[in-house]
């Protein structure tokens, strides 16, 4: 099967030549540009067209020949290679992935063009912070002097947004399924965070989008709701081994990303607005976004790190 082509193919009327030379494949021996995140996001747009077109299961070769081909386009190759991973590693790893899709209802990919846009998108997190090392394990993550309790900032009402904890025992679960089936709407649903802590610039942001969010939605809309933070890479796969769409390596493993709840806001007419500050502080180079679908992931850029830090001395009083 032939992979489809973008152009519009032959048209009535005499030959014109070309404006501009056709884009060109980097050849093996070549050296990407620099990355350019937004020209990324462009090219990954496009290229999603192109997956969604191949989207039923006899075109599984198709699919792989045309994401081998796609991935080498500048823009593209360019993030890919500044990645821990390197372009090739990130190629076989989308591959990989894209072989072994199974969808099912915990996945936030629901078919497979949603499961490339989450894994290629968010390898702008892993390339901004390629340097910084991972929480390996449950254990580094609840030991680091770089992450901050919330629930002790929360009792200090330090705290902009609101999260949920996962029950840690039958009663605690058990009480959270009553509530749930009596107050079904009352709170997203998700399994809430597994870790409690943050890094404190994140959590600048996380009050800054809050902040932002209280003002511009709509009366009697709920706070800013975090789904996920801090992840330990042990976690990861345990996520990975239960179905969820938990790419590896991750921003969260890097403590730099987190969920922000989005569904649940369309109750309250509120989530094209929170999609705007999202989608306007990315324009801005702060943050990464990605659509997850019910749940939208963003990233601190390095480039906001020293404001954000200095924002949360500020407001902590330190």
């Known amino acids: 099967m032939r992979v489809p082509s973008r152009s519009p193919g032959q048209q009535p009327g005499p030959a014109v030549a070309p404006a501009a030379p056709a884009r060109r494949l980097?050849?093996?021996?070549?050296?990407?540009?620099?990355?350019?995140?937004?020209?990324?996001?462009?090219?990954?747009?496009?290229?999603?067209?192109?997956?969604?077109?191949?989207?039923?299961?006899?075109?599984?070769?198709?699919?792989?020949?045309?994401?081998?081909?796609?991935?080498r386009e500048?823009?593209?190759?360019?993030?890919?290679?500044?990645?821990?991973?390197?372009?090739?590693?990130?190629?076989?790893?989308?591959?990989?992935?894209?072989?072994?899709?199974?969808?099912?209802?915990?996945?936030?990919?629901?078919?497979?063009?949603?499961?490339?846009?989450?894994?290629?998108?968010?390898?702008?997190?892993?390339?901004?912070?390629?340097?910084?090392?991972?929480?390996?394990?449950?254990?580094?993550?609840?030991?680091?002097t770089d992450l901050v309790d919330l629930e002790w900032l929360r009792r200090r009402d330090l705290l902009r947004f609101r999260y949920l904890e996962q029950p840690t025992g039958v009663l605690h679960r058990g009480w959270r399924a009553v509530r749930r089936r009596v107050l079904p709407d009352a709170t997203p649903r998700t399994a809430g965070l597994m870790f409690r802590r943050a890094r404190r610039e994140v959590v600048a942001l996380l009050n800054d989008l809050g902040r932002e969010f209280a003002l511009a939605a709509p009366r009697g809309t709920p706070p800013l709701w975090v789904t996920s933070l801090v992840r330990s890479a042990e976690h990861q796969y345990r996520l990975r081994r239960l179905g969820y769409a938990a790419m590896v390596p991750s921003g969260h493993c890097l403590g730099w990303a987190a969920d922000l709840e989005m569904a649940w806001f369309a109750r309250f007419g509120a989530r094209e607005t929170l999609a705007r500050l999202l989608l306007d502080r990315q324009a801005a180079g702060e943050i990464n976004v990605v659509d997850e679908g019910q749940a939208w992931h963003i990233c601190l850029a390095p480039a906001a790190r020293r404001r954000l830090r200095r924002a949360y001395e500020a407001e902590m009083g330190i």
Do not use: C, H, K
């Open 26 to 71: 980097p050849t093996a021996g070549s050296r990407p540009p620099e990355p350019d995140p937004a020209a990324y996001r462009a090219a990954v747009t496009e290229l999603l067209v192109e997956v969604g077109a191949l989207a039923d299961a006899p075109s599984t070769r198709a699919r792989q020949v045309l994401l081998d081909q796609r991935l």
């Open 74 to 144: 500048p823009a593209i190759a360019a993030v890919l290679d500044a990645t821990p991973q390197g372009f090739v590693g990130a190629r076989e790893t989308l591959l990989l992935e894209v072989a072994r899709y199974q969808p099912n209802a915990r996945s936030s990919a629901a078919d497979l063009t949603a499961l490339v846009r989450i894994y290629l998108l968010s390898r702008i997190d892993v390339m901004w912070w390629r340097d910084v090392p991972t929480f390996a394990t449950d254990a580094q993550v609840n030991g680091s």
